[in-house]
């Protein structure tokens, strides 16, 4: 199966930063099967991104996906206060899909 | 616009069995799959497996393969993750997940609200 790694673990930033959330792959995988999740305590997750880098319906544009191969980034331009959350990737290349041990960004 | 909407919270004995469920609506319920993700107190998302209703067609995950069951009505437009012998180690919250798609699914959106499975003694 293929392993997703998510870096870092923990990202402490204040809002108006950017922030940079990596996401890379035992193999190579294709854009049109990774996608971004977002997930706030006691929420369900949420789609960010497809595609790697197509933002899903009312994502804000500061929120933008980029990557290919085995190397995928989540960029956040500057941080809201409702993003502080746990970020995960996910690959459906190939069965079982996998998700990322996901990146939690915390306020500073 | 697609709406998931799952079973109540659940709290189990070892032993027992348990079945949830997960009903979609909305205008787009063509070509697509409802799949489960688990995801452990305090821990990240683990994919379980996936369901086409049109066919039943469904996969699993090699890590969930034999302890659950996954099925759906195409009709009802529910699906349904059973268990038939419950673990402490299967407390969990368990998420739907809705993806269209015919031949292979994709990403996964909408979510349904979670069930927590709670199983103790």
């Known amino acids: 199966e293929i392993v997703l790694t998510q870096s870092p673990g923990t990202l402490s930033l204040s809002p108006g930063e950017g922030a940079t959330l990596s996401c890379r792959a035992s193999e190579s995988v294709s854009t049109i099967y990774l996608a971004w999740y977002q997930q706030k305590p006691g929420q369900a997750p949420r789609l960010l991104i497809y595609r790697a880098s197509s933002r899903a319906t009312g994502i804000p544009d500061r929120f933008s996906g980029s990557g290919s191969g085995t190397d995928f980034t989540l960029t956040i331009s500057r941080l809201e206060p409702e993003d502080f959350a746990v970020y995960y990737c996910?690959?459906?290349?190939?069965?079982?899909?996998?998700f990322g041990g996901g990146t939690k960004v915390e306020i500073k | 616009e697609v709406q998931l909407v799952q079973s109540g919270a659940e709290v189990k004995k070892p032993g027992e069995s348990l079945n949830i469920s997960c009903k979609a609506s909305g205008s787009s319920l063509t070509n697509y799959w409802i799949g489960w993700v688990r995801q452990m107190p305090g821990k990240g998302l683990e994919w379980m497996g996936i369901?086409?209703?049109?066919?039943?067609?469904?996969r699993y995950s090699p890590s969930f393969q034999g302890q659950v069951t996954i099925s759906a009505d195409k009709s009802l437009r529910t699906a349904y993750l059973q268990w038939s012998s419950l673990k402490a180690s299967d407390t969990a919250m368990y998420y739907c997940?809705?993806?269209?798609?015919?031949?292979?699914?994709?990403?996964?959106?909408?979510w349904g609200q979670g069930t927590l499975v709670t199983v103790s003694s």
């Open positions: 997940v809705y993806s269209a798609g015919t031949y292979r699914y994709n990403w996964f959106d909408p």
């Open positions: 369901v086409y209703p049109g066919d039943s067609e469904t």
């Open positions: 996910q690959q459906f290349a190939s069965s079982p899909s996998t």
